[in-house]
């Protein structure tokens, strides 16, 4: 594994290695080991195109428990935000020496871009490329679901995951279907017509256009944040009429199943996708996928710099002639 | 390849360091065996054994995993974790006894009193096991070692355990390439 | 001058044949004292000059890109010795005086014809109808009009432009885009956008755009030509206003006959292009429409762009792609040596049938007393496209490191060579 772009780049065999290793990292931190000396003397950027303040500091917190050095490179509003100004970037960040690059960036490819082009030759992180993917989102919501239903053990066969919302604009949404699919879950995609891409009878999930009707069969429910904005582009026609059909309410809540848990990629929408008091009910898990989103950004960066990179092996050869 | 040790002779070695263990200790209260995965856990969790064998009461009996704290990690492709399990009283103010299978350069033992060190901070901390085969690169010796064995660089000493490797025994092979 | 006896030649039949030019034109026999410097062109075939009519080049306004000279040196090294310069430059060709600019810069490099096409509308803004008839009155004689990178989206200017160049037998080509239903649009509608997370172009977009001109065409009784088809359902509406008679005809690019939205998934913006590459369905009924007349030319949509405008993230980048230098052999590639059509049907939709569409005269076929307007083309022999090794100015193109049939050895334009791939 030499970057993360996409949930298709992983193999299951490495989605659950990444999953196994973030699940002896997080019970160390149980057993209050808050850092690690492993990737002391690497440098991780954050190069972020686009405001996040909650991924950026989840990365930012995995990078330094493993002692990391962290640059934090906010490119949005300034000058470089259009263009050439990633292939830019890129060759300075390449002249620093980065050895990883977590990018957020608002087009749809962004990180394949970056790693696909020579511009730099330590590892690419994709932090969510447009509407296309956000994979350690993905990887982190399916730890979340390990933990809680599978006992952080193997796939998760055998479990129906509902995911909520926008999945039109949703990158969170695109890398959990590849994932829990890969990971032997069934999904179903629920939304409003118009919030569905089409050519989405190609990801081998099921369609229900009623929540009411399949809430009670999923053991996970994944609520997605829904912009305002999306009214103005007649997407639905108002807040009311969308949550009334695909908000998470408190008698939602009563039709799930016993064991079932609630989850939201943040931030939420209060009120519009999901209720106050749903997103704090005893299913809601919402506040322990932060803490373990730390822990599977530690293990991601583990697993791809904290051994030889191409480039150690590269300088390695180096030396050696 | 030959068989430096058999399965009644390994028998015997724990034996030994487990009455050697409670000797120098006086007793078993306030102690703590830690492994260090993978061979080094069974060891460990033999010597418990032995020990509550001889004493009549539990010991408590942990694991290590010390690769997060390597210093040669970026020599090769990263590594699998082995899981970190730390007896719940934890171990501030015990003595702690770290097993291993092989004692060779001490980079092991020394990232794995780093790793202690961020979990608490033991009275004493000893260190137990099976095979010394000698080379140290730091100043680092054994409290309990099970046999000593002289070797040149280019041998290579393999310690099996059956719950890991289905049988018992430590072999030596030139490592002729 | 520019008098040559051309031997051992094939013809578009496979026939042997002899080419004659004195003075610049297509001469059965010399005249006495004619004095014909003799080519042997064993192994080659002998086609007309190609004739593209639709084509970005960029000046004035963006010669970083493009200009009239570097274009002509492209077109004439794909075989073209026409080529219509689409108007969406900086001013944009919406006056007499900006077209006959482009038309002369053109007649100044001698390489080949350049035919300015004029923009339907003032600034191509869709709004008002530009000067048309003054620019078919100027030097530059227009008889296109195309707001191209745009689309006549409102309904009544297009009646009104398809009504007005009745005037002067003009026609309208129409960049069928429907805007409303492709704003921030990046790429074809379809399963592969689903999972790009790309913004999607979808077909109905421009099948909603044609439909409503062929009703139009045949309210008003007009000339409709339709800019890239792209769609399979686009094909069937052009096939159905065929047979009610109505005069509409349309092209395609040689890119749409070769490459599907699967190429996306590389992020790589060099595959980025308006109107999107589609899938292999489309393709399919693209190099069928060709093949049966429905779809009456190829068209290049020779896109150039400076690599800043490409070396960056999709979404950011421009859209198009380079095509008059590879256009023949991908053509050759997609439907003669697939069989879908023999060499001189192909030649037909890339010669002759443009130059009658545009009404350019001595373009497209090889006729006794005609300027010689011709190519030399080795049908035996490939060659690989490297972006450096291109004669224009910009390097964009998506057939890069990809090994072609038909090597494009000699071109003549009035009867002087103009480009020699061996000199
Ligand atoms: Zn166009």
């Known amino acids: ?321 | 390849m030959s068989v430096v040790l058999n399965g009644a002779e390994i028998a015997r070695a724990l034996k030994r360091i487990s009455h050697e263990i409670l000797e120098r200790n006086h007793g078993s209260s306030d102690l703590i065996l830690l492994g260090i995965p993978t061979r080094g856990v069974a060891i460990a969790e033999q010597i418990a054994s032995d020990i509550s064998g001889i004493e009549n009461s539990e010991i408590e009996c942990g694991t290590l995993d010390i690769t997060m704290y390597r210093d040669d990690l970026r020599l090769k492709p990263p590594r699998n974790l082995f899981p970190t399990r730390i007896p719940a009283s934890g171990i501030d103010g015990k003595n702690v006894v770290l097993v291993d299978d092989v004692l060779y350069s001490g980079r092991t033992i020394r990232a794995a009193l780093d790793a202690l060190n961020e979990i608490g901070r033991p009275r004493t901390v000893q260190l137990a096991v099976l095979i010394d085969r000698g080379h140290r690169e730091l100043p680092i010796r054994a409290d309990y070692v099970g046999k000593n064995i002289p070797t040149s660089k280019n041998e290579n000493v393999k310690v099996h355990i059956s719950s890991v490797d289905g049988i018992d025994e430590v072999t030596i092979e030139s490592d002729l390439k | 001058m520019n008098t040559w006896q051309i031997k051992n030649l094939f013809d578009v039949h496979g026939k042997e044949t002899e080419l004659n030019v004195e003075a610049g034109l297509f001469v059965d026999q010399f005249s006495q004292d004619a004095q014909p410097q003799t080519i042997d062109a064993r192994g080659l075939t002998v086609i007309p000059g190609l004739v593209d009519l639709h084509t970005h080049l960029r000046e004035p306004g963006r010669e970083d890109a493009e200009t009239v000279l570097t274009g002509a040196q492209a077109a004439v090294a794909g075989g073209y010795t026409a080529i219509s310069a689409m108007p969406n430059t900086l001013p944009v060709a919406d006056t007499a005086g900006v077209v006959e600019q482009v038309y002369r810069l053109g007649k100044l490099h001698q390489l080949c014809d350049v035919y300015p096409i004029g923009a339907v509308t003032v600034g191509q803004k869709g709004e008002q109808l530009a000067e048309l008839t003054a620019m078919n009155q100027s030097e530059a004689k227009v008889r296109i009009f195309s707001d191209d990178g745009h689309c006549v989206a409102d309904p009544l200017v297009m009646r009104r432009a398809l009504e007005y160049v009745k005037l002067f037998d003009g026609v309208i080509a129409q960049h069928a885009q429907d805007p409303r239903l492709t704003e921030n649009a990046q790429m074809n509608e379809g399963e592969v956008s689903s999972k790009l997370g790309l913004k999607g172009w979808p077909a109905v977009a421009e099948e909603a755009i044609i439909a409503r001109d062929i009703l139009l065409t045949e309210h008003v009784g007009s000339r409709l030509h339709v800019c890239h088809l792209t769609t399979a359902g686009g094909v069937e509406l052009i096939r159905d206003a065929k047979k009610k008679g109505l005069n509409v005809t349309a092209e395609v690019t040689p890119h749409h006959l070769l490459l599907t939205d699967e190429l996306a998934g590389s992020f790589d913006p060099v595959y980025k292009v308006n109107p999107p590459l589609r899938t292999n369905k489309d393709v399919a009924a693209l190099r069928a429409g060709l093949a049966d007349g429905t779809i009456d030319i190829v068209a290049t949509d020779h896109a150039p762009h400076p690599q800043e405008s490409k070396d960056c993230e999709w979404s950011a980048a421009a859209f198009g792609m380079l095509g008059l230098e590879t256009a023949f052999s991908i053509c050759y590639m997609t439907m003669v040596k697939n069989e879908l059509m023999s060499l001189s049907e192909l030649v037909d939709r890339m010669a002759l049938r443009p130059a009658q569409i545009a009404r350019y005269e001595n373009q497209g076929e090889i006729r006794t007393g005609n300027r010689a307007n011709f190519a030399l083309v080795d049908l035996n022999s490939s060659w690989t496209v490297e972006p450096e090794q291109l004669k224009s100015k910009s390097k964009n193109t998506p057939f890069a490191g990809m090994e072609l049939p038909a090597v494009i050895e000699k071109t003549f334009h009035n009867g002087a060579l103009v480009f020699d791939r061996r000199g």
């Open chain 1, 1 to 321: 594994m030499k970057n993360l772009l996409s949930i298709d780049d992983l193999t299951k065999a490495e989605a659950i290695e990444i999953l196994d290793t973030a699940v002896t990292l997080s019970n160390l931190s149980e057993t209050g080991v808050k850092k690690f000396p492993t990737l002391r003397g690497r440098t991780v950027v954050n190069l972020f195109f686009e405001d996040s303040t909650r991924t950026r500091i989840s990365f930012e917190a995995a990078a330094k428990r493993l002692s990391a050095d962290v640059i934090n490179f906010s490119a949005k509003g300034s000058s470089l935000s259009k263009g050439e100004s990633l292939k830019d970037t890129a060759m300075t960040l390449q002249a620093m020496g980065a050895d990883a690059v977590i990018i957020r960036h608002n087009s749809s490819g962004a990180a394949h871009r970056l790693a696909s082009q020579k511009w730099i030759d330590g590892a690419v992180i994709n932090a969510g490329d447009g509407t296309r993917e956000h994979p350690t989102q993905a990887l982190l919501d399916a730890f979340t679901i390990r933990r809680n239903l599978k006992n952080d053990q193997g796939d998760l066969k055998g479990l129906k995951v509902g995911i909520v919302g926008d999945i039109l604009h949703s990158r969170v949404a695109r890398s959990n279907v590849l994932l829990l699919s890969k990971l032997g879950a069934e999904v179903v995609l629920i939304a409003p017509p118009t919030l569905l891409p089409v050519g989405v009878d190609s990801w081998g999930t099921s369609v229900s256009y009623s929540f009411d009707e399949v809430i009670g069969d999923c053991d996970a429910v994944m609520m997605l944040r829904v912009q305002k904005e999306r009214m103005e582009d007649l997407f639905f026609p108002t807040e009311r009429e969308y949550s009334r059909a695909f908000g998470l309410t408190k008698d939602r809540i009563a039709m799930m199943k016993e064991s079932a848990i609630v989850m939201h990629p943040g931030p939420m929408n209060r009120g519009l996708e999901i209720s106050a008091d749903s997103a704090e009910s005893n299913k809601s898990v919402i506040v322990e996928q932060v803490a373990n989103g730390v822990s599977v950004r530690m293990a991601v960066l583990y697993l791809l710099i904290g051994g030889a990179t191409t480039r150690d092996l590269e300088t390695h050869l180096g030396e050696n002639k």
